[in-house]
């Protein structure tokens, strides 16, 4: 699977747009990880696949793996 290129879904998500609560280096460093590089690595990125557009939070950030666990779970707990 090719990894190295640019998230489909960087031109409307949140964080790509302004990584808030960050200087400009880290948020260009993150972006170049997440957004550019391993986006299927982002918690963002698994979280709309798996949950859709609507059900990620604006201020998840893409290393949140303890919030995106948290979705899933109230997602599988409603469908139960």
């Known amino acids: 699977m090719?990894?190295?290129s640019?998230?489909?879904w960087?031109?409307?998500c949140p964080f790509f747009s302004?990584?808030?609560g960050f200087s400009p280096d880290m948020g260009k460093r993150?972006?170049?990880r997440y957004c550019r590089n391993d986006y299927h690595a982002c918690a963002r990125y698994i979280?709309?696949?798996a949950l859709g557009t609507g059900n990620i939070p604006h201020d998840?950030?893409?290393g949140d793996f303890e919030r995106l666990e948290s979705l899933l779970g109230s997602l599988l707990a409603t469908a139960r």
């Open 2 to 4: 090719e990894r190295h």
């Open 6 to 8: 640019e998230c489909k």
């Open 10 to 12: 960087s031109g409307d």
């Open 18 to 20: 302004d990584p808030r």
């Open 30 to 32: 993150l972006m170049k």
């Open 47 to 49: 979280g709309r696949t």
């Open 60 to 62: 998840m950030l893409p």
